[in-house]
């Protein structure tokens, strides 16, 4: 059985880096250190308190940058198969902030099962996110995921994810539409209850303004000894 337990007030630090590119090209990338305490736990619901280290990004094109995050707090929320139920507090969030928060939080595409588990069983698990994107536009992504056990090293649970995802929106002016995949492996640690690395690749094909074109954005979450 594996389930987020925390207790209140602990502390993990994790770094978090982003990368999008364009047609094998590199359009944007953002790093993030953020602090995490456990600010309360009850029952179902922990909510935590975070805080952004620091936050750098590039962009190859205006506007296609990240906001930069740096000092500003906000909180969440989760439940015990750590499923994100939201921001809870905007805290010191900037207004663009808040958006790439809210996205970052809605595409977790991590979470626990429901029962107890083996290696080789499997879980799923859908989910739906606004996404900022180039010139102020919007995209809505909705992915389907199968989660695995792939094993056990102690507390370890080694956890393998495949899905698929569809897009719609629009992008600097154009409508955007397509699919893609989602492909990643994260490890939970059952013994300090909390996800430990997360990394994971979404690969689409898009079409923008009649024109066809592939997209693949990468992220890793890992905790910092």
Known sequence: MLRL???????????IELETSMAGAVMSTQQIYRTETIASVAGDAIEIQAVVDSSAST?????MGAPDLS??????????????????????LS?????????????????????????????????TAEMPAAGGGTLTMETDIAYTLAGLDGDLAEIS???????????????VAGTGTVSGTAI????????????????????????PMSMQMSTTRGVIP
Do not use: C, K
């Open 59 to 63: 962009a190859a094109m205006p506007g």
């Open 95 to 127: 207004p663009a902030g808040e958006v790439v928060v809210r996205a970052m939080l809605d595409s977790s595409f991590f979470e626990l099962p429901e029962g107890e588990v083996s290696p080789g069983d499997s879980w799923s698990g859908q989910g």
């Open 188 to 211: 939970f640690d059952a013994g300090r209850s909390r996800l430990q690395s997360h990394d994971r690749v979404l690969a689409m094909d898009l079409t923008a303004g009649g024109m």
């Open 5 to 15: 337990m925390p207790d209140e007030g602990q502390v993990s630090r994790y770094v």
């Open 71 to 92: 000092g500003m707090s906000y909180a969440f929320g989760l439940d015990a198969r750590h499923r994100v139920t939201g921001l809870t507090d905007a805290g010191t």
């Open 161 to 175: 994810i495949e899905g698929t995802l569809t897009m719609s929106g629009n992008a600097g002016g154009m409508p």
